[in-house]
Nanobody, 122 residues
Framework: QLQASGGGLVQAGGSLRLSCAAS????????MGWFRQAPGKEREFVAA????????YYLDSVKGRFTISRDSARNTVYLQMNSLKPEDTAVYYC?????????????????WGQGTQVTVSS
């Protein structure tokens, strides 16, 4: 089970940190990801990390602004979002899958949390 939190309303240029608490199973061999879905658009990949912490990859438009990380002791994955832009406005979802590492396909992520709304005002 995945529980996402941390969304909110922020001005352009601001920051938010999303959290995804994992429970109910071991995710030690999983790839953990964040996706987002804006109104009227498809759900798109944002960032992912191996639960081991060895390796991350990002959507090009968020590189240098967003950082995905995990705290294994807390069973939590984070998405630190800096320099937010209005186009980052979306519902953000955390997800877990067995891979392959590097996949941006939501079909490779079998477990999903509920979404958390991020709204960036201009």
């Amino acid at each position: 089970q995945l529980q996402a939190s941390g969304g909110g309303l922020v001005q352009a240029g601001g920051s938010l940190r999303l959290s995804c608490a994992a429970s109910g199973r071991t995710f030690s061999t999983y790839v953990m990801g964040w996706f987002r879905q804006a109104p009227g658009k498809e759900r798109e990949f944002v960032a992912a990390i191996r639960w081991s912490g060895l390796g991350t990859y990002y959507l090009d438009s968020v590189k240098g602004r967003f950082t995905i990380s995990r705290d294994s002791a807390r069973n939590t994955v984070y998405l630190q979002m800096n320099s937010l832009k209005p186009e980052d406005t979306a519902v953000y979802y955390c997800a877990a899958g067995k891979g392959p590492y590097g996949s941006r396909d939501r079909g490779d992520f079998s477990s999903w949390g509920q979404g958390t709304q991020v709204t960036v005002s201009s």
